[in-house]
């Protein structure tokens, strides 16, 4: 088991450095002087070269390529060319935020798509099934935003229910998960859309088999072989497609984030996509794909507890 | 290969595809007539009539400069359609030749390219998409480059497996042996295979194509005002949501009209060309 | 009895306590936060600060020898200065400076009392081109100090109270930039600000905030707010949503009419709506093609609706404009006013709204089927609103605007690099003095101007009619500086905008009044009727309550 798990480690790595390359690449590429933009317009041109010499940014691409590598393997991911604060600090202070928000995402959709897509699996072709077929369909159809923006206007703006904006304090609980719910619920309803779907026809598929044809020609009680087999797939499906899903989860956030005003990584990224800020940019990407590539060993892991004829793959 | 006619029985018979047909078809017809049948100039402004709630005069009502909302939805869903077949077409056009390049070449430079595309598609799609606008800078035609090559992957995945199932096949190796050109092959035996699911992926990624449109003008990095799309549409409502709530939900709506229809479309299209799904 | 001594002094302490803990509660632990329609600060130097945002905050820091009666800016009201007397010839001024100014601390210094000499230094930076970016008004005035607390200014020609007080008032160079701070941070001053204001700069994170606490050693009393917050929320929405959760004492905003009518529906909420207010004007860069020929300039003049643009802005905020003169600064006209001298001088000065002539125009210019203009645009609210309806307006005879869309530093940057062929400018100057020098005053032109500051249009350096001499109002702006009557003057500066009008460089629109939300129980400390910082001073009277 560990040697499998070691196995889908080392896999991620290469994985992770391209991400690296990639973001380190098209981020240069992209217009805009991070110097100039801190000193302001009135600075002169020798404090402006003086500060691109401090950031870093007069070496060759491939120095400041290796530096950003080693100080990785660090643990160190440099600072903001814009505010000259380590990164690490606020990529700790938004993590929490995506973390949750992620994770309430992962366990609605889990909680409501699990059950829902089994039963309309059971109930094919009965109305039941059609009504959650649809609304699984509108579900991921709906653009995350603006799913936001309507949860929003009716639960915060016109019932006053919920706060409107913010990611509220972190340390409170109370405040936490009451920013936390609308955002949650957005991203929660996408998921349980696709959780939803990729049960119902999970089990469809499952319910065709042999053994489980054979399962209920011998008799057993309908239950049990639900129980035993059934559920036992979905799982297996849904854990290794919540590893493919990882990425739609992590977009999904991004928006929700957005449209919310929390301050996660979302927020993050999109900021210092705007800003041009290099290494805070950098920083998140690679913090997303590490997010994104745990994910898929989790869910990789998972699946071979499940089912441990994988184990030896 | 199901021959034409039951291929449209099948279609006909399967609900999903037919409403989605439907609606994709409604959609279209009301994009590309857009301008005759919009009740008002998109871009006219009525400062005069602004923040108007929907009436007999403003079906969807006006937003904060008076302009039309039912005008600027059909406008603005009159792009993001353009968008979406346009990048979808890129990716067409280029998707399934990498795939195929891929997989002929085999060995180092197969790998390299697969790995490649893999990475590509860890990207969350909003992300990458914002990423490539902020190089290319805003407009629409940045906009459909964008999300050609988030979608150019895709394409490229599904060509591959294909290909490599049929190029190591005997009748292949011998037909190259008697000197049938690669491309030949490629038409007459790789071609006819993928085109079902070509079709299908293509249906459903235009559907997040105009999902992915919609987050760009969102987040402000796509098409810029004051043209209509249905995602700047959307974050313009968000300052006025409290009091003038119509002009996001509108234009929301439409997105979602526009993806749905192209998920109902595509998923029946699966459906009835997954010869799998046939048993059901 | 040491230990007696001790015991006392314990005593002592404990007695202290609950008279330093009144004495706080008194003072109020409430930090005032508020949100601007900004991405960031740009220049925190007071000599500097352009926008509204960094305006809003050096007046945090710093203090003139006279400032504005807060609230209402018809009045000077004593500042560093408690006194000043004029000389009979109008040209020597002598200000006795108060007692017990303290600078800020700043890095390992304590801070010290400010005196005339650092009030010299001041001014002779303020008159510097290098250090200061209004020298031009500090031309022929010299500062001398005469003991440590009283300067003496001596103008080269006689200057009414009017025209003169500003230049030293709590306001654009008129701030006092204390002597050591400033002489030690050098460029480090322009974002680490230090003077002698009823707040102290204490942190700026980028594109965040910028973070003051209050001065307890003010000259005129300790601060009830513990400090004030100003944060950058470009975003509407945003900065809306802030003072809905009550995360928000404050916010800007912008000058529309449906913005207004949003908050007026919170529970909680005020709205101040306050003057006089910025004249927005279109200035046409006569320096690029198209708008060298003049037929295309008046085109675009007559295609407009200044009753539209008000409309959009909303007419309880906003009012047409026909003159550079902003009302009710002299040389100010009104639109019946302009259309009787137009009769007289048979030329037309109104520019009254007629898409025909603008497309006859445009076709007898060599653009019969239109053009486009492609120029740098600031996203903020209060050009956006209004450049949004122009651009629809225009469209309606064929005109395209096309905008480039930048954050507001940009959008300052290009504008004075000579970049834009079209800029909406929305301002407010003390006088008609300062408005015409800024503006079309030919040192003043962007880039290739002499002391270059924001002759957009390029006034004074071109031909702008055609009639082959160069279109200049110098000798006018010279003239009405000079002249002591006021009748006299104001005729000469309504001469002045008559010429401009008449040679279409330059269109002014509308006047429109700032608008702020605030939280009920947040209040300025007086009635806010003008002000002159395009946001309303903060000062030790601010506070919020229970």
Known sequence: ?313 | MQSGRKLTTVFLRNRTSVIGASISALLFILAISAPWISPYDPLKQNVYHRLIGPEASHLFGTDEFGRDVLSRVLKGGQISLFVGIVSILLGILIGPGLGMIAAYAGGKIEAAIMRFLDVMMSFPDEVFGVMVMIVLGPGMQNVIIAIAVLMIPRFARMSHAPTLAIKDLDYIASARSLGVSSLRIICRHILPNIFGETLVISTLWLATAIRLEASLSFLGVGVQPPTPTLGNMVRAGVDFLATAPWVSLFSGLGILLAVLAFNLLGDGLRDITDPKLYAR | MKRLKGVLAIIFAVGLLPLLVTSMAFAGEKVLRIGYDAADLVDLHPHFAQTTQDRAAVQLFFSGLVRYKPGDISQFVPDVAQSWTTSKDGRTWTFQLRKGVMVHPWGNNPGYELTSEDVVYSYQSAANPAKSSRAAEYVGITFKANGPYTVVATLDEPTSPQLFLPKVAAYSAGFIIPKKPAEELGEGFRKNPVGTGPFIFKQYLPKEKLVAVRNAKFYRGVPKLAGVELLYMPDLSSRNFGLMNKELDAIEGPPSQPWVDEMHKLAGVSVDIFGPGEQGTLHFNMSMSPLKDIRVRRAIMYALSRDEVVQTIGPAIGTPAYTEAQQPQGGWMTAAELKQRGQKDKKDYLYETNRTKAKALLKEAGYPNGLTLEFFQTERGEYMIPMQNIQAQLREVGITLKFIMVDHTTWHQKIRANECSLVLYNSIRPNTDVRLTHYDYSESIVVTGKAPITNFSHVGAVDADGSGKISSIDDLIEAARRELDPKRQDEIWKQASLKLLDWASSYPMFVKKWTFARQNNMSWGYPLTTVILNSPVIDELASITD
């Open chain 1, 1 to 313: 088991m560990i040697a499998f798990a070691l196995r889908r480690i080392l896999i991620g790595i290469p994985t992770l450095l391209i991400v690296l390359t990639v973001s380190f690449v098209l981020i240069r590429i992209a217009p805009g002087d991070p110097a100039q933009v801190r000193l302001g317009d009135y600075a002169s041109k020798a404090s402006v070269e003086a500060l691109r010499r401090q950031m870093g940014l007069d070496k060759p691409m491939v120095i400041q390529y290796l530096e950003a590598l080693t100080g990785l393997l660090r643990g160190d991911f440099g600072r903001s060319m814009l505010s000259a604060r380590p990164i690490a600090g606020d990529l700790m202070r938004a993590l929490p935020y995506t973390l949750e928000l992620t994770l309430s995402g992962i366990f609605f959709g889990a909680i409501f798509g699990i059950p829902m897509g089994i039963y309309s699996a059971l109930k094919r072709n009965t109305a039941f099934d059609s009504i959650v077929r649809t609304l699984s369909l509108g579900g991921l159809s709906i653009p995350g935003f603006y799913l936001g923006i309507l949860l929003m206007l009716v639960f915060s703006i016109k019932l006053n229910l919920f706060p409107v904006v913010g990611g509220g304090d972190i340390s409170n609980l109370k405040s936490n998960l009451y920013h936390l719910v609308l955002p949650g619920l957005t991203l929660g309803l996408v998921m349980t859309a696709y959780v939803t779907r990729m049960t119902r026809s999970s089990v469809l598929n499952t319910l065709n088999e042999d053994y489980v044809r054979t399962a209920r020609a011998k008799g057993l009680a309908e239950r049990k072989v639900i129980y035993k087999h059934l559920f036992r797939n979905a799982l297996l499906v849904v854990t290794s497609l919540i590893g493919v899903y990882a990425i739609v989860l992590t977009g999904g956030s991004v928006m929700v984030e957005i449209v919310f005003s929390r301050p996660g990584l979302g927020r993050m990224m999109i900021g210092a996509l705007m800003q041009r800020d290099y290494t805070t940019l950098q920083a998140v990407m690679t913090t997303f794909a590490a997010f994104v590539v745990s994910i898929n060993i989790l869910t990789d892991l998972a699946y071979a507890v499940i089912d441990p004829r994988v184990r030896n793959k």
